[in-house]
């Protein structure tokens, strides 16, 4: 634990580890309720070096758009390459990066991918028909989003197993007593993949996202080799996880609310917008900011050189602000707002409607062990279900 600094006052301190605290395992979401609401909407923790925990919606609103003083920086990590494009770079370095990126983000864009979407979809879920019990996570949450990935990147899904294995060790923490030498040099495994896509695709063009990202210019130049790798690792790292939480994190909601199940069954055009208050009400991303120079924030005084943690969970269900329109925090805000938000929402619409197609009732199956854990991302790593066949309720 770090010591209080001088300049925050006795009554901001709590004592919260929010990537270790023993209570998130178990359940994250009512761990981070009962710590919003006995603290100050900005807080210290002495955890982690000590760090500022926002949990205010208009703090966060202001962290995430006062780029001037809150950083994002810190998060090329000190090294000599381009860093994570665009996520790293502040104002008005970031702008030409995002316009490149939104090219190929866009709604028009992703409409074109929701055949295969649902598609795979399908592929996945219908493996389900029949079946009494799931993990949902190993399923459905896990392998769809990465084979969506894969197609866009231009990767073979004949390499799907090899490709999800290796996403599976570098996003999910080793178990005790693991042996660790398959872990190590799994990064790097990752970028040498990339790499080798990259080379490929100066030889020979395809109609995938990176033989699109080698015709793009940055000031009147080709993208760098680093920067390249740079987009298509953050891609990767950013797209993958997030989804796969998304879906299970609703899923769980849906499989312990029996009424708005039924209701999503009878009527599919309930399904977008219950997505966007399953958004709100699970908004599983820690982002943290660099503080540049001292200011007030919240009524704390916050120094240059502090870590800012957003709770973005609690900007989007502050009891103090309107929480119940389109507008949530799921995809962050301000300049960085996610790119692949378009992306995912249409990922979550048609794993809903595809799962309706095939799964009757369905429940929580009996699980007592931990499966969510804090950090900046805060994870489900499983999902058990009980199901009923679709024929038993159609």
């Known amino acids: 634990m770090a010591d209080v600094p001088g300049h925050v006052s006795a009554d901001r301190v709590i004592d919260f580890d929010i990537a270790n605290d023993p209570a998130l395992k178990h359940d994250v979401f009512k761990r981070m309720a009962e710590v919003r609401d006995a603290s100050p909407s900005v807080a210290w923790t002495t955890a982690n070096g000590g760090h500022w925990l926002v949990f205010g919606q208009e703090e966060l609103q202001r962290v995430l758009n006062e ?30 990066w995002r316009v490149l990126l939104l090219k190929h983000f866009g709604p028009p864009q992703v409409r074109r991918l929701e055949p295969f979407v649902r598609e795979w979809a399908e592929r996945l879920i219908a493996k389900l028909d029949g079946a009494a019990h799931c993990d949902f996570v190993k399923s459905v949450a896990e392998p ?17 197993d090899e490709f999800r294995h290796l996403v599976l060790m570098a996003l999910t923490p080793p178990e005790p007593g693991e042996d660790m030498s398959e872990r190590m040099g799994v990064h790097g495994k990752i970028m040498g993949i990339l790499a080798g896509l990259i080379e490929e695709r100066r030889r020979e063009p395809r109609d995938d996202f990176v033989s699109r990202l080698l015709t793009e210019t940055m000031d009147g130049r080709p993208l760098t ?47 977008p917008d219950t997505v966007e208050r399953l958004l709100r009400r699970y908004t599983f991303v820690n982002t943290n900011r660099l503080v540049k120079r001292d200011t007030e924030l919240g009524g704390a005084s916050v120094k240059a050189g502090e870590l800012v943690w957003c709770v973005l969970w609690g900007g989007s269900n502050d009891p103090g602000a309107e929480t119940e329109g389109p507008r949530h925090m799921a995809f962050g805000g301000g ?3 996610c790119l692949g938000m378009y992306l995912a929402r249409l990922e979550l619409r048609v794993m809903y409607e595809t799962w309706f197609d095939h799964v009757g009732r369905f429940s929580l199956a009996p699980d007592d062990k931990p499966a969510m854990r804090g950090g900046t991302v805060m994870n489900i790593t499983r999902l058990l279900l009980d199901m009923e066949p679709a024929t038993v309720t159609a």
């Open 67 to 96: 780029t001037e003083t809150f950083s994002s920086s810190h998060l090329a990590g000190g090294g000599a390459g381009p860093g994570f494009i665009p996520l790293s770079l502040d104002p008005p370095a970031h702008a030409p």
């Open 144 to 160: 769809m989003p990465l084979s969506v990935f894969m197609v866009m990147m231009g990767l073979p899904l004949e390499r799907f």
């Open 225 to 271: 080799q680093p920067e390249l790798m740079s987009i298509c690792f953050l891609l990767f790292l950013a797209g993958l996880d997030t989804v796969v939480n998304a879906m299970t994190y609703g899923m769980r909601h849906i499989a312990a609310d029996p009424e708005l199940q039924e209701a999503l069954r009878r009527d599919r055009s309930l399904i």
């Open 335 to 337: 300049h960085h707002i």
